[in-house]
């Protein structure tokens, strides 16, 4: 079941770091990203553990019902996603925590906006550890990488699917 690294997802940013997402983060992501003119925004947090500079993604939360959703804007309001975080450290003895952010856009190629990067900037401010972000598209995914307050793009080592997914870290 879940907690194997099941053909994971590989990105990096530079060759020597490297993120390793599982497919039901990957597959998570790419089933909240909508289309129409009556989409919204989706998002939550990403959950996993940091192994030296390498980050492994193992889970993400869903939007909860006091987010904030339209058309172009993901706001994380609900505190149940803190929760979670604190229940993965809790239940894993300590490895398991809080290691990002996902939400999508209603774009084809989704890239940051500037409010994305300014809300990264604030969160990576409160971090000593690399944390992911991840933007889900209709097309692809954009996956990016924070290290000292900087956000740099990933690229696709490997595919956790058989391509089959739309999140193969875009680029
Ligand atoms: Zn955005």
Redesign the pocket.
Known sequence: MSGMLDRPLILTPDGLRLVAVHQKVVETIEGWVERGSRSREAGGILIGSHRGDHVEVTDCTVPMRRDARTRTLFDRVDGGHQDAAIRAWRSSGGTDTYVGEW?T?PEAHPS??L??RWTWGRIMRRSREPLVFA?GGWDSCWWGLGVDARVRAMRMLSSGSDGAGRCLGAI
């Open positions: 939400h856009h940051p906006s409010l994305d933007i």
